[in-house]
Structure formats: C-alpha cells, structure tokens
C-alpha cells in the first residue's frame, strides 16, 4: 500500500510513519522541514501547507511515491492562548483550517480523478466536541475539520466514489505540542496514539476517538447543555 503522510516529522505523524514502513508499506512523508522526516521514507518532500503551492507539491510527491492509496493529514498546531492573542488565534485558524482545506481537497481531487479507490484519514482532536476556554481557535478549528470531512463522506456516497474518510480524534497526547511539565487529564503517549490509529484506519472507521476513556468522557461532554458548560473550568 502506498501511503501519504502530511506532518511527518515528529509527534504522531513520525510514530505513523515508521509504523507503516515496518510493515512494508511505501511511505511519502511530508511537513515543513525535510531534515526532520525518516531516512526511510520511500519519498520526502518539504510541505507548507500554508504555503498556495502546497496542493501541488503534494500531487508531485503522490507521483513520486508511484501514486497514493492512502492519505493521512496530521499536520496542525495548537497551543494555549490564556491571553486571547489575536495573532495567535489567527494562525491556529488558517494552518488547522485553511490548510487543512487545502491539502485535504486536493488528496479527494485526486482520488476521485483517478478514479482510485482510496481513504482519506485525518486528525482532529476530542477537542471538536465542545469549545475550551484558552483553546478557542484550536477547538473551533478541530471542529471545523470534522465538519469538512462529514461534508467529503457526503460526497463521496453521494457520487458513488470508493473513497473512505476516517475522522481521528485523539485526547492529549505527548508530543513536542504540549508543555513539557503541565499536567494533562488522561495523557497518552504518541507510540499507544498510533497503535490506535492504525486500528481505526484498518477498519475503515468514520469516526474513532482515541482511545475509550476519551470516547466515554465527550460522550459526557455532549450532552452538557450551554448554560452548565459556559461555568466549567476547563483545565490547561
């Protein structure tokens, strides 16, 4: 199988990528920094998918790698924002968001183009369920990209495409995003995230929170009506 992988070069895109090269798959890996992606990919490439040529670099590493049969967007960031900046709310949105749009509509063109069955997997966070207080952009923008790929699968059914869509939602996960010292609720370390990822992309899940504790707790969060949220203190 041949597999992309947008933010490849730490964290759980890293963990992903070794992963599935272990087990003898060809891995395109891609992010920002070239220097930071494994020796072993089968193909690299530097991606910003901020950056308007993104979609294209991605179309030519997918032909470097020979095509593509699976693509998975770990790219984003997300931090606190205890002081509301707005420089800060506004980058979170348009890398989460607008670059998230951008990579993840060019991986459906090109399937649906091809006419190649496919499965489109794509991290966002039990952070979609309801908006946390210091993480207004980050939530809103997870939100958002559980929303897009609702709106994909739609499509896809409707046009009778054999493309699947996996939307992943992990809890906190240590990785280089968080604060090396703070105490996160329920911390899950990268190695276990990818265990459970895998999982979720091998049986075509649509929607996998990771891992059950997290599912049990936005299950929770859910059914929380407005007016008792707004007064929770929502740990950071």
């Not at 649906?112 to 946390?132: N, Y």
Request: hydrophobic share 45%; proline share 5%; aromatic share 8%.
């Amino acid at each position: 199988m041949n597999i992309i992988i947008m933010g490849a070069s730490s964290g759980i895109g890293a963990e992903l990528a070794l992963f599935y090269i272990e087990r003898g798959h060809r891995v395109g890996c891609a992010s920002r920094s070239i220097n930071k992606i494994t020796a072993r990919a089968a193909a690299r490439a530097a991606i910003d998918i901020n950056s308007p040529d993104a979609g294209n670099r991605l179309l030519d590493l997918i032909d470097e790698l020979g095509g593509m049969d699976l693509y998975i967007h770990v790219a984003g960031i997300g931090y606190d924002n205890p002081g509301l900046d707005p420089g800060r709310e506004a980058d979170i949105a348009a890398t989460n968001c607008v670059g998230f749009a951008r990579m993840v509509s060019t991986a459906f063109n090109w399937f649906e183009s091809t006419r190649r069955p496919g499965h489109i997997a794509a991290i966002t966070s039990v952070a979609a369920t309801k908006g946390l207080r210091t993480m207004e952009a980050y939530s809103a923008s997870k939100r958002f990209g559980a929303t897009y790929l609702q709106g994909l699968r739609q499509r896809a059914v409707t046009g009778r495409l054999p493309i699947a869509l996996t939307d992943l939602r992990p809890g906190w996960t240590r990785t280089p995003l968080l604060k090396p010292h703070a105490g996160y609720p329920m911390l899950m370390t990268s190695d276990s995230v990818c265990r459970h990822i895998a999982r979720a992309i091998a049986r075509r899940r649509k929607t996998a929170f990771i891992d059950g504790r997290w599912r049990l707790l936005c299950a929770l969060w859910s059914i929380i009506p407005d007016f008792i949220w707004r007064h929770i203190p929502y740990p950071h």
